[in-house]
């Protein structure tokens, strides 16, 4: 049999008689941790008291005996820290059965092993009130001072823990009674109105914080969500509106005004709100930013369906063709004019390549990274010409389903090619004129005037001078786009072209099955005859049509009678009247030289083997080396002038 040490003994019989003690006391009695918010112990006392059996108290958080009471637990805990014991009836824990406890609690700190633990006792403010009345009829006269005493220091402590949970909130929270005047304000609200609470106790408080609308309307207190509280008895939540500071400037706010009642009479209201200003600022920095992004996305959209539309019009490459004089001069034009932003007249018959000059013109500028739009103002219906070119807004008229940017909106920063300029209503010329002018405009159904930066090019097909004689198109109108013209010349003047052309235009349209084909003599000569009156878009319909009905390797190239006069050097159109001519030997000379440098252009100066020259021109390519010589044709690729 082991016997324990002495000391050990009596140490252990000194620690069960203080267990015992603790079990044993009359007091209902909670042994607590704050920090780790566990109730440690309870005596049988306070599971009496509580409803609850000792094992169930010791897995209770301090927090869930106490719920919805944290400001009060915490201001008895600090109480009771900061002085070493305290007391307080303010917190009502639960009982088992749901019922809500009025208990007294005295507190005091109780270190053990590291820890500072809270030794609480309890008792039920019921049972005293009851000792206390028993008490005062027997010897009324004798306590009535000490009870007096002892009720006027209760509330005390409860005043004062009413301003601890105040002073310690973030939120402002003022109180207002039913007349509407105020009878208190936390710190925290001086501090965000500027108004110190003296100021403000004993008054209306609306009409000093709460009086004007966030647009400068007058605020009537009957239209008040914080007086409504105490009028209807309901809770109002509010977000959006401002509180005025004592320097006059607002203060965006979200409040709650909660009533106050007092044996369910509603006798004022309880305001707690907070300055929401950062964040309504963020708000709107972000609904700016969504905004931006949406009209960006939307540009974005439209650049990208105006681009669709380009690829469907003309999926080939772009490029000007040509090696005549007429050409060389279109050139040097586009040169010149290309890195200014002054507006171009481009004039010619239908055909012509007006667009092409155009495209020519923007690529060459500053603009290029900027998108050219077109527009073809023969093919927009007279009434929605405005809409086109400036934009509506939802609702501006039958159809105007939502917001949409125009064309000189969608161009700004690039060029707007107004194609048939001469197609615009003479009413909205003068609008026109205005953007050219002055660089602004307004969508229609809109009062806002936006700014552009559009460089312009038009084209037309009519002489605008006779439709400015005739009262058409506006005189103003014409000299601001007529600032640098450019004549975009017709075919028949530049035949020595024609070979080129159809030769590009027969090795985009070439097939698997007839990649073979080749332009003849008797093909050029044919092509080199003709007036072309559709110009440069009927020759690539012809060859587009040869190329579909060629068959063994031949082209059929489909066009009306040419047994008129034949083609003079220089590319000058002869007299109609004129009987036809027969060509001289120095002429024909000159017709084959200009066949051969077609075909050395067309095969990039390649002369004989697959793809060379002989084998476009249908000759041996001796022959052709003989012809060459005698022509004094250097076997060197041709120049070609343009853009690919």
């Known amino acids: 049999m082991e016997f324990a040490a002495p000391g050990l003994a ?49 897995e209770t958080r301090i927090s869930t005996l106490h719920a919805g009471q944290m400001p009060a637990l915490i201001a008895f805990t600090q109480a009771v820290l900061d002085k070493g014991s305290y007391w307080t009836d303010a917190l009502t824990p639960r009982h088992a059965t749901g019922q809500q406890l009025r208990l007294e609690y005295s507190g005091s700190w109780l270190p053990h092993e590291g820890r500072t633990l809270m030794l609480l006792g309890m008792s039920d403010l019921d049972q005293r009130r009851r000792r206390y009345v028993d008490a ?83 605020y ?73 992004v949406d009209r960006l996305r939307e540009r974005l959209e439209l650049e990208n369906a105006y681009l669709q539309e380009e690829i469907r019009i003309e999926t080939n490459p772009r490029g000007i063709i040509g090696q005549s004089e007429a050409i060389q001069k279109t050139l040097r034009q586009v040169k010149l004019v290309a890195p200014a932003t002054a507006a171009v007249m481009i004039s010619g018959e239908s055909g012509t390549g007006k667009e092409l000059i ?56 690039g060029t707007l090619f107004l194609d048939e300029v001469g197609e615009i209503p003479l009413e909205l010329q003068g609008k026109l004129l205005r953007v050219l002018q002055e660089g602004n405009f307004e969508r229609v ?58 030769q590009h235009f027969l090795m985009r349209e ?21 007036d072309w009156p559709g110009n440069v878009r009927e020759l690539q319909n012809v060859i587009e049509r040869a190329a579909i009905l060629a068959q063994n390797g031949r082209l059929r190239i489909d066009l009306p009678d040419v047994s008129g006069p034949k083609p003079v050097a220089g590319g000058e159109r002869p007299n109609s009247d004129e009987r036809p001519a027969v060509m001289t030997s120095a002429e024909l000379r000159d017709l084959e030289r200009s066949n051969i440098l077609a075909a050395l252009a067309a095969c990039n100066g390649k002369v004989f083997g697959a793809n060379g020259a002989a084998s476009l021109l249908d000759i041996k390519p001796t022959t052709l080396a003989s012809r060459m010589k005698s022509l004094g044709i250097a076997p060197a690729r041709p120049r070609q002038a343009g853009w690919q």
């Open 10 to 58: 009596a140490a252990g019989r000194e620690a069960d008689l203080r267990t015992l003690a603790f079990d044993y006391l009359v007091e209902p009695t909670l042994l607590l941790d704050p920090q780790a918010d566990q109730i440690v112990d309870a005596n049988p006392a306070a599971c009496t008291l509580l409803g609850y059996d000792r094992a169930l108290l010791r």
């Open 136 to 218: 005062t009829a027997e010897d009324h006269m004798r306590s009535g001072l000490a009870a007096w005493q002892r009720v006027e220091r209760v509330f005390q402590d409860i005043e004062r823990e009413n301003q601890l949970i105040l002073r310690a909130a973030g939120e402002g929270i003022y109180g207002v009674n039913a007349e509407g005047k105020t009878t208190f304000v936390n710190p925290a609200a001086e501090r965000m109105l500027g108004w110190a609470a003296d100021e403000l106790v004993g008054k209306e408080i609306h009409p000093i914080v709460h009086h004007t609308y966030p647009d400068g309307r007058h």
């Open 220 to 292: 009537p207190d009957h239209d008040c969500p914080i007086y409504a509280a105490f009028r209807d008895g309901a809770v109002h939540t509010v977000d959006g509106e401002v509180f005025w500071r004592k320097d006059g400037t607002p203060v965006w706010v979200e409040y709650t005004s909660t009533p106050i009642r007092d044996r369910g009479v509603v006798v004022g209201a309880v305001i707690v709100f907070r300055d929401v200003s950062q964040r309504r600022e963020a708000d709107e920095k972000l609904h700016a930013a969504l905004a931006e």
């Open 358 to 413: 155009a495209r020519a013109i923007h690529e060459a500028s500053q603009r290029r990274d900027r998108p050219l739009i077109r527009v073809n103002c023969a093919a927009i219906p007279r009434e929605l010409f405005e809409s086109e070119f400036f934009g509506h807004v939802r609702g501006a008229f039958t159809g105007a389903l939502r917001d949409r940017i125009g064309r000189f909106e969608l161009a700004d920063g």
């Open 445 to 502: 159904g809109e009062e806002r005037t936006r700014v552009v930066d559009v460089r312009l090019i038009a084209a037309t097909n009519r002489d605008l001078k006779q439709e400015v004689q005739r009262g058409r198109f506006r005189e103003d109108l014409y000299f601001r786009l007529n600032v640098f013209p450019i004549e975009s010349v017709p075919l028949r003047e530049r035949r020595e072209d024609i070979p080129l052309l159809a």
């Open 510 to 530: 070439r097939s698997e099955p007839a990649s073979n084909l080749r332009l003849s003599e008797g093909d050029v000569r044919r092509l080199s005859r003709y």
